[in-house]
């Protein structure tokens, strides 16, 4: 398909796809995962993820781009599970912040988002690891900008695109060594390509659909030597800031960070989303909630029992 601008119709049906297309390959995903935590989750986590921004959009048709990115934006950080979920909904909230204003967007603007969608992810994180989906998305999103002109086709950007991330993916066990011990790639960078080839199929006309748009449970990976390690809980919340104005990120993340590691932080001036992996969760929430209301928890215990 011959298509220089992107309307809120088609940014909404590409997003869908993209959520199909991991809701279709999540396990494998899932089988990949050795870091952050050898959790078997990844692809579950991202999987919710996505369909919680599904879910966000679900009823827009003829809606301005600027709206429905805004609500896919604030749809993921609401659901977002895990680190990788975490980080999944940044890279997206950047279409939210540059196609603001906009009815219809083009090849550069879609890059742009894309690039802007990287800042914000790195921003989250506390401790940015190379060699993950980070690294992933912005070697990507890189070799997108070089190649982009305002005439492009979108397909042709996103060809371009796609192809530098798997290059990218394929690097990865060189910049982690456990991904190289462990003989896999970065899950996380799995999964983000698996959505943008939904989204490549769906420009090309080939549209994911009847897919369930629920969460699933997350399952063991099939990965070694990690028996009887504890790695806490994955506690994660949110809360409804009783002075967003006012909400010191920075300070709040020095505060935090002695509970745990795995942190990753988004904040705006009406929430702040913690993903934390820590054996005191009560000292956790209890610190998170000096600072407003929750309006969601999720606990997950991280004790690997076996993966044998």
Do not use: W
């Not at 490549?200 to 990976?221: C, F, H, N, Q």
């Not at 030597?225 to 949110?238: K, N, V």
């Not at 997950?300 to 029992?305: A, F, L, Q």
């Amino acid at each position: 398909m011959n298509i220089k601008n992107m309307n809120g119709l088609l940014f909404k049906t590409l997003v869908e796809s993209g959520a199909n297309n991991l809701a279709n390959d999540y396990r494998r995903v899932d089988d990949l995962n050795v870091f952050p935590v050898p959790d078997g989750d990844t692809g579950s986590n991202m999987q919710s993820t996505m369909m919680s921004g599904v879910k966000s959009i679900s009823g827009f048709e003829d809606t301005p781009i600027e709206k429905v990115s805004k609500s896919l934006s604030r749809g993921l950080l609401m659901g977002a599970r895990g680190n990788s979920g975490v980080i999944l909904s940044q890279l997206f909230s950047g279409f939210a912040k540059v196609f603001q204003g906009k009815e219809t967007v083009n090849a550069v603007d879609f890059v742009e988002g894309l690039q802007q969608g990287v800042k914000q992810a790195y921003g989250a994180v506390i401790n940015p690891v190379e060699g993950t989906i980070l690294t992933v998305a912005r070697e990507a999103a890189d070799k997108a900008r070089e190649y982009v002109q305002e005439d492009s086709e979108l397909l042709d950007v996103l060809n371009v695109y796609i192809r530098e991330a798997y290059e990218s993916l394929e690097r990865t066990p060189s910049l982690l060594a456990v991904l190289e011990e462990a003989g896999v790639v970065d899950s996380g960078g799995a999964g983000f390509n698996v959505i943008i080839d939904g989204m490549i199929l769906a420009l090309k006309g080939e549209i994911l659909v009847d897919s369930k748009m629920d969460t699933v449970s997350s399952v063991s990976a099939q990965i070694p030597s990690y028996e009887g390690e504890d790695f806490g809980y994955c506690t994660e919340f949110i809360v409804q800031l009783n002075d967003g104005d006012n909400f010191d990120k920075s300070a709040f993340t020095n505060s935090i960070k002695r509970f745990g590691d795995s942190l990753a932080i988004v904040a705006d001036e009406e929430i702040v989303k913690v993903h934390i992996h820590t054996k005191t969760p009560g000292d956790v929430l209890n610190f998170g909630q000096q600072f407003g209301n929750f309006a969601t928890i999720l606990l997950t215990s991280g004790k690997i029992v076996s993966f044998k």
